[in-house]
């Protein structure tokens, strides 16, 4: 007999299982001819990162379709790879480098590129190690990286083509600014929380003769660039000023009062400063009225030579003090009131970001996006859930161009070269540009390409363009792209307009967008709330001191480190305990509904802990169980002669519908309908029922029975280990590895075994019916039993009566086993029951004290009266509801549901005593 250790320790086999995957090339495409393809592209994670409970969310979803679709016999490719991340990358080299006293600028360009690169080597796949741990079943073998000598080739091969086209220009325009960084940044490095201000309100006096507007502003510094005040055209208060010109404040200049609908005559007074230098919406304003815009800021963020000469060289907040100051003395400050406003502050600084006027580089979309919405239009790319579609038409029918360049040193330099006059000539190579400049002189642009312009060309760049491979002709398009809403703009358009420009084909059929990860109370997570899970924790487990330290350290605001600590001392007074990569695992499954928003529960974690042992447990069970049993020839089918017994073919029945629901729940990427499946057939079905019936038919001393029932248990557990194997792979090949020999397969591992796919002939609707009649049989005797207090092992005689009491023969030996019963009585005239299975009437025959029933049943009844009422207490309370976690309430409305009903059962049986 094989033997599996008595319990289930995660730690013992997950390394050994991944070396081995990974050695033997299991991840891997198979390259055979003819074979479908099924690919997906894992979204690069920064090369900085380290795996978050985001990134092991959403790895686990693309794993579990990956090993589902291998198993399928698909030419499955996972491809892997990590992001350059400049700005991410540049910043933490930068801080190595001044712990060690030296910056970027005593290097040179060439000198801190190869301290980043070198960095790289030694740091940068960390976040891959850590996918290794979540099971990740990459083709490491193919691992990618943006900055490599191919990708970085096709960035230039792109940019050169789009330039040639018209379709790349160079131009001053308003971009996001980090004054601290000192470069361009995208949107969504930009993060806008509220944080507590005020609005000043300032008095704009006539050009001409007395009389002022009051003028309501956030910035009050930014008034030195005005260059009009806007009201709204319909806003009666200011009809007679429009067209009228006002006396800018503490300067010599007059600037319009215009009209424009974009102004909230109930915000502040309904007067608008427009600085368009240094606002989006003014900027936009500025460009309808031709109102020219006056930079006063220098890229470092101090008031400019277009501003008075007094304010000149002051940090923005300094000149903000002293305007305030000056506004005050000359009587033109109106009132200052408290004000909340959302701050946008760099992502990676922590600086306030200012709209800033400088050269940039940009790409035209308007051209690009027309075919990427037709191609969604006409569903040649399928959104999932649907709703997103909107989002994305929405976003693409109002795009605006797209800011390529980025100052900084790190990432792929833009490919073009200046004359000593400004020409510029956009090239592949140097001395391809040399060539078009007839050999005069060039400098190299000192910028770098925005790093969301790399991986827009993702989906083609990794599988070998822009040369024709033969990975990108069996690949592209890929299956289906599994990422997050918030980069549906930044990322998954821009490689739907990519590809379709450059390869005529879509990335991606699919685009399956999942909801973001918070914590169970709803809140996101964050380093700054304390609320933060590490999913390496959860798999490894975590002491509480440790976990402490974790939390409160390297905070951005120290002071919230004592909250912090509390709270973390709170909701983990043990720590957090080892759940092991499957359980993790299998609780994402469970939680990837179709919803923008996921609360994580632990104890969901701990919940499908137990599911583990549970299977471990159910094995062991088998093996023990089938001494001297010999595996059938290979080439026998499957299910051969296991459709002996009325308990084999009601199991293997109901292991077809869960095939069928699996499989439907995969193609639609309802990820938890089929955790629910699975675990609904092995926990209720195979472990709860059939084992314990099998456990009837073993000790019948029948060798044919005995044997179709070995073989049905062996069978159907080998099968419903490869059903679970995408969600949970360690335990589910260490299992299988266990009996495989008994089950006659020769595949080397579960991953390159057939996914189960439901046969319909093996559905046995009455087989499963008989079994229903006994459940419902077993269960309410248990339940008879226990409001009797009657101790296990007593067995007493059941007296039944109802239709087609024979038909009951056939399970009759399990019904008395399961149930513990003597026998079976049939009492046809019988009728007062004390409880009911369907159509059947249940009573135990014994012998009780009518009134001392009596007095059992109303302190019963007391007890669950008492209970009705604080459960319904908790669930009435608004707070409750509101912060507990989703199951902490779910299962307070279970508890409510099973005393209500144990009570009305309680109730009938008295009044039986009383009639």
């Not at 019936?693 to 049905?712: F, H, I, N, W, Y």
């Not at 996914?755 to 559905?763: F, Q, S």
Request: charged share 25%; aromatic share 8%; glycine share 6%.
């Amino acid at each position: 007999m094989i033997e599996l250790a008595k319990s289930f320790s995660p730690e013992d086999i997950e390394s050994r299982w991944y070396a081995l995957w990974e050695q033997q090339g299991y991840f891997q495409p198979s390259s055979r001819p003819g074979l479908q393809a099924y690919c997906i592209m894992l979204p690069p994670p920064n090369v900085t990162g380290t795996l978050h409970m985001g990134h092991a969310f959403q790895d686990t979803l693309m794993d579990i379709l990956i090993r589902h679709h291998r198993m399928l016999g698909h030419d499955t490719l996972w491809q892997p790879g990590t992001d350059h991340a400049g700005i991410a990358t540049q910043i933490v080299v930068e801080r190595q480098l001044e712990r060690q006293g030296e910056n970027r600028n005593s290097l040179g360009r060439e000198g801190f590129l190869e301290r980043v690169w070198s960095w790289k080597e030694e740091s940068g796949s960390t976040i891959t190690r850590q996918m290794r741990r979540l099971g990740a079943s990459c083709d490491w073998s193919r691992e990618r990286f943006t900055m490599d000598e191919g990708l970085s080739a096709a960035v230039t091969e792109v940019f050169v083509k789009l330039y040639e086209e018209g379709l790349i220009y160079r131009g001053k325009r308003l971009v996001n600014w980090d004054p601290v960084l000192g470069t361009a940044v995208s949107d969504l490095e930009v993060v806008s929380e509220e944080e507590s201000g005020s609005m000043w309100h300032i008095r704009y006096p006539y050009a001409n003769g007395p009389g002022e507007v009051i003028v309501a502003t956030t910035r009050p510094e930014t008034l030195l660039g005005d260059v009009a005040v806007a009201v709204h055209p319909d806003d009666q208060r200011y009809q007679h000023l429009i067209g009228k010109s006002l006396q800018l404040p503490l300067t010599r200049r007059t600037i319009p009062v215009i009209a424009d609908s974009y102004v909230d005559p109930e915000f502040g007074t309904g007067c608008v400063k427009i600085t368009p230098a240094h606002d989006f919406n003014d900027y936009q304003m500025g460009i309808r009225h031709q109102l020219a815009p006056i930079n006063i800021l220098t890229l470092d963020a101090r008031i400019n030579d277009n501003a008075p000469e007094n304010y000149r060289g002051l940090d923005r907040f300094e000149a903000r003090q002293a305007i305030v100051a000056d506004l005050e003395s000359c009587g033109l400050l109106a009132r200052v009131l408290p004000h909340t406003l959302k701050v946008p502050r760099g992502e990676r600084s922590g600086a306030v970001i200012e709209p800033m006027l400088t050269d940039q580089w940009f790409v035209a979309m308007a051209g690009l996006a027309a075919p990427a919405l037709q191609a969604v239009r006409e569903n040649h790319i399928r959104f999932v859930p649907d709703n997103w579609t909107a989002v994305y038409n929405q976003w693409l029918e109002n795009i605006q161009d797209w800011c390529i360049s980025r100052q900084l040193w790190w990432g792929h330099r833009i490919p073009a070269w200046y004359d000593e006059n400004g020409q510029v000539y956009v090239a592949r190579t140097e001395q391809e540009a040399k060539k078009m400049a007839g050999d005069k002189p060039l400098h190299r642009d000192e910028d770098v390409l925005d790093t969301w312009f790399s991986s827009a060309l993702w989906p083609f760049s990794t599988l070998g363009w822009p040369g024709q491979t033969a990975e990108l002709e069996q690949f592209l398009p890929t299956s289906v792209l599994v990422t997050g809403f918030d980069i549906i703009f930044f990322w998954v358009a821009r490689m739907i307009m990519m590809s379709l420009h450059f390869t005529r084909r879509i990335p991606f059929k699919d685009v399956y967008v999942h909801g973001l990860v918070r914590d169970p109370h709803g809140q996101k997570m964050s380093k700054s709330k304390g609320n933060v899970l590490d999913p390496l924790d959860l798999i490894d487990g975590i002491d509480l001191e440790t976990l402490v330290k974790k939390r409160t350290s390297n905070l951005m605001n120290p002071k919230m480190a004592p909250s912090i600590e509390r709270a973390t001392r709170k909701d983990y007074p043990q720590g957090i305990p080892s759940f092991g990569t499957d359980a993790l695992r299998f609780t994402f499954a469970s939680l990837a509904t179709h919803g923008r928003d996921i609360k994580f529960d632990m104890q969901r974690c701990e919940g499908y802990r137990n599911f583990c042992n549970k299977l471990w447990n159910a094995t062991r069970f088998v093996l023990m169980n089938s001494p001297g049993y010999t595996a059938p020839d290979e080439s026998e089918s499957i299910w051969a002669d296991t459709t002996t017994g009325l308990i084999n073919r009601y199991i293997i029945s109901h292991l077809q519908q869960t095939e069928s629901q699996v499989i439907q729940a995969f193609s639609d990427y309802r990820f938890d309908l089929a955790a629910r499946a699975i675990y609904e057939y092995v926990w209720d079905e195979y472990c709860d029922w059939y084992l314990e019936l099998a456990k009837v038919e073993l000790a019948s001393g029948d060798p044919l029975r005995v044997q179709m029932t070995r073989q049905t248990m062996i069978r159907v557990l080998e099968t419903l280990l490869r059903l679970a194997h995408p969600l949970i792979p360690f335990i589910t090949e260490e299992l299988w590895q266990s009996i495989r020999p008994l089950s006659g397969c020769k595949h080397p591992s579960i991953m390159l075994a057939p996914y189960p796919l439901a046969n319909p002939a093996l559905e046995d609707a009455q087989a499963e019916s008989q079994i229903r009649v006994l459940k419902q049989i077993t269960t309410e005797v248990r339940g008879l039993r226990a409001a009797m207090n009657l101790a296990p092992g007593t067995r007493i005689p059941l007296c039944m009566t109802g239709p087609s009491i024979s038909c009951l023969q056939d399970f009759l030996i399990s019904l008395c086993r399961l149930s513990e019963v003597r026998e079976l009585d049939v009492l046809p005239d019988y009728d007062a029951p004390t409880a009911r299975a369907g159509e059947y009437q249940l009573m135990l025959e014994i012998k009780i004290d009518p009134q001392e029933e009596r007095t059992r049943l109303a302190r019963e009844m007391e007890r669950l009266q008492a209970e009705i009422k604080k459960a319904e207490g908790k669930l009435s309370n608004t707070q409750f509801v509101q912060r507990a976690p989703e199951a902490v309430v779910n299962q307070e409305k279970e508890r409510l549901k099973t005393f209500v009903t144990t009570l009305d059962k309680l109730s009938q049986q008295l009044d039986k005593l009383d009639s």
